[in-house]
């Protein structure tokens, strides 16, 4: 009688953990409601508040103004100058001392206009002008770091989240594993290290769930930093199509349109500019000069005016050495570049490689852990079928579902890594751009603000007004 009893009870509390099971499955399988924020979402707001695309757009702008600078170098240099003399004497004759003195006003404009320096002037301007397109190519540079950084933040956000649901469906079911071995220990079918273990699950589970817990808040706190607000429902991304799997021709492309590379290539063309600056400095130059002053004695009305114009040949002799120095110093930093350029070649194509293989590794481990899941959820039905036959115990029906959190645990992971290896292989190609994506965001024109100062306006004109409007717009006045 005592054994139909203790089998029944056992029945009864097979029956109790195996609906709690199916109900933490039911909510763990079940579809969440429709989300209202997408990748998409997450990756325009990381493109509009991101204070390091604003630094870089800035440091763009002082690289514009480089060019109005050697711009200016071109044109006519007037200065003017003012200033008040006081000439005093004191003289004697004879025993007689007498002083004398007089105060003039000066007022001149001097001009100077450089006729000819060898193309030193003209290879600076160039250099200017390359410089400006390294920079965008910068800018692009780091525009692909901010949304991959935005990537990794929305996917680490859900992939925690995930995680702290399955914790906790995890603790519930062994919350019911401790009721149910006191329920045994009550009627003398386990003993009390059995219910210590179930209480030890327990424990384990809840710190588990904590570390969860606090993962998915440093989550929430990086989502915050790179997209420049906290995150709402976030609806996981579908895999991206349409990369092929030629990773020869991607590195091929990559090579053509990576800014990495075309930034190399910029500052290549900069330093061969600036060595060939440095040759013409050691040659004249030929500059037209002109100079209008006028002096005034105050103490009476007499006064002068003047003028000159003439032409002006000036060439180095000798400076110590400088100008040779600065010639070589062109030349190793050429060299320097063209260095840098065949090292920026050789990551990027590591880069492409890398990316892919970690594509598919991604995919591989993702189709794993799908069968994975499968199997463990037979794996659990079939424990959970013998547990009320009486072939298996409550606790190893617990160890198959843990089993099987295990495995969707490692499918949620295995799926937040498909995305970012794919957004990974994007910017690799140096195709992860707001444009690129399409992400129907207002991007910013590298060129509007070049091409309002590559003429070097001064304030007055309306080029120069138009600018100032646009400095006013960006808060810099």
Known sequence: MMMVMKMKMMRQVLGRISAAA??????????????????????????????????????????????????????????????????????????????????????????????????????????????????????????????????????????????????????????????????????????????????????????????????????????????????????????????????????????????????????????????????????????????LGTTNDLADSEFSRSGQVGLELRGPIYQGGRLSSLERQARAQRDQRLAQLHLAGLQVRQDVGDAFANLRAARAAREANIEAVRAARVAFEGTREEAKLGARTTLDVLDAEQNMLDSEANLISANADVVIAAYSVLAALGDLTASALNLGVQTYDPAAYYDLVKTAPVPLSPQGQKLDRVLRALGKN
């Open 22 to 291: 199916l109900c933490a499955l039911a909510i763990a399988a079940q579809p969440g409601p429709a989300r209202a924020e997408s990748l998409a979402d997450a990756l325009r707001d990381a493109y509009i508040n991101s204070g390091l695309l604003e630094q870089n757009r800035a440091l763009l702008r002082a690289a514009d103004e480089d060019v109005a600078q050697a711009v200016a170098s071109l044109r006519p240099i007037i200065d003017w100058s003012a200033d008040i003399q006081r000439d005093f004497a004191r003289s004697g004759n004879a025993g007689r001392a007498r002083n004398t003195g007089e105060t003039n006003a000066n007022l001149g404009i001097v001009g100077s206009l450089l006729l000819y320096d060898f193309g030193r002037s003209d290879f600076l301007t160039e250099a200017a002008k390359e410089t400006v397109l390294a920079t965008r190519e910068t800018l692009r540079s780091v525009e692909q770091a901010v949304l991959l950084t935005a990537v990794r933040a929305y996917m680490d956000v859900i992939r925690n989240r995930e995680f702290v649901a399955l914790r906790r469906n995890n603790l519930r079911l062994l919350q019911e594993e401790l009721r149910a071995a006191n329920d045994r220990f009550e009627v003398g079918e386990v003993t009390r290290t059995d219910v210590a273990q179930a209480q030890a699950a327990v424990a384990l589970a809840q710190s588990g769930l904590a570390m969860a817990e606090g993962d998915l808040a440093r989550a929430i706190e990086e989502f915050r930093q790179a997209v420049g607000r906290a995150p709402g429902d976030l609806r996981t991304p579908g895999d991206l199509t349409g990369l092929g799997e030629d990773v020869e021709a991607a590195k091929a492309a990559a090579m053509l349109r990576h800014p990495d590379i075309l930034q190399a290539q910029r500052n290549v063309t900069v330093a061969e500019l600036n060595m060939r600056a440095a040759e013409a400095a050691k040659r004249p130059t030929l500059n037209l000069t002109g100079r």
